[in-house]
């Protein structure tokens, strides 16, 4: 771990046991989930305009992890012109919004009026996305030179590219190249906004398939939008986005660890229960709730495990065997959760940030020597979930294609 940040660790830990010994248990329970909890209070959000049938609808679909017939999702394929602002979130993730902006330059949105008529304050958006399904529009364009004067950021979202690969596969059968055709499409495009004197470069613009969210640029648009998020709603994004990527995988992985030292803390207090053989007592319900994020945050929860195994045709039980998933055991229920602490607590070296805790932490919490234990096991837990989600999320795409070769 960097430096500045465990000094800043350390810091928020001497603070959140001051507040214990001033205001009591409660207080430092409060602080401390409240602190854990900032990054629900903050909304992203992203703005999505294009000609209607371009693909709005399904690519927010695609990036919020839903189907057009989920609680929650865009109307695909709809034929209703949409006459306000739609905003849509996944139920599960509600901090991440889209808006469907309403067409432009259609009869009830004319182009001279429409920024008064959507009443909208485009400061509010985090991100614009302008999605076309074949070149850009006009008023993509126009609307694009608005977003620049005013200094937001913008990205350009060619979907359909499943069928222009398609289509030249049928065409060329001999010749056929698909870097060479994702190449040529994203030059026209890149030479179209260049034309319109757009300020953007290649790396804004994104050839999709809303179907395939594993396909070309699907993933790359996520990294980019996390990498570019305002840094005060980075982690908001980062928790907010269930699609898991390896990148993304990466991010949230990062900000779970960082919560461990933290989280480990509530462990420490509360009604502690002994752990089998290992002489320290700890409030299980905290661990095991965190182990539950993990799960949720990494997509290999019961919900997400059945969906993929349902993709795959295959029974979750035979999919978890054979991905040689554990994590769905141990989260049965608190006592095979507890059970499985007792039996793999680590026994690595201290750390330091553990090292320079436990006397803080020791002084003021009468659990204060389960500290260390609780880090370690949470550290393990989030590295167990970490390893079979890469396995849930990429080894399962090999089995996949193996199937079907
Ligand atoms: N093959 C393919 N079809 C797509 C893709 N994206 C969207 N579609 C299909 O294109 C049609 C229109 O997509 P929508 O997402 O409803 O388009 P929209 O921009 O929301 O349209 P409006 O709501 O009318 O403005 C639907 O039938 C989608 O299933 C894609 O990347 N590839
Ligand atoms: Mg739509």
Redesign the pocket.
Known sequence: MEVGKEESLISDIREYAKTFTENGVSSFQNKIEQNLNVWKEKKLNIAVV??????????INAILGLTAEDEGA?P???MET?MTIEKYVNPLHPNLVFSDMP?IGTPNFPRDSYFAKIGQDLTEFDFFLI?CSGRFKENDLWFANIIHSQRKEFYFVR?????DVLSNKHDFPQTHNQETLLALLKNRLFDELNRAQIATNQDHIFL????DPTKYDFEKLLDTLVVNAPSIKKDTLILSLAITTNNLIDEKVKVLKDRVYIKALLACVGSLVPLPGVGVAVEASVLYQEYQFYREQLSIDDKSMQNISERLDVSKENLEKKLNMKSHMVSVSLQAFVKFLSVHVASEGIENVVKAALPIISSVLAAGVSYPLCVHSLKNLLAMCEKEARAAHYDVEIMFLKQHQ
């Open positions: 294009g000609d209607s049938g371009a693909g709005k609808s399904s690519l865009a695909v394929g709809s949409t067409g999605v979907t359909h590219t499943d069928e999709v398939d809303n179907y």
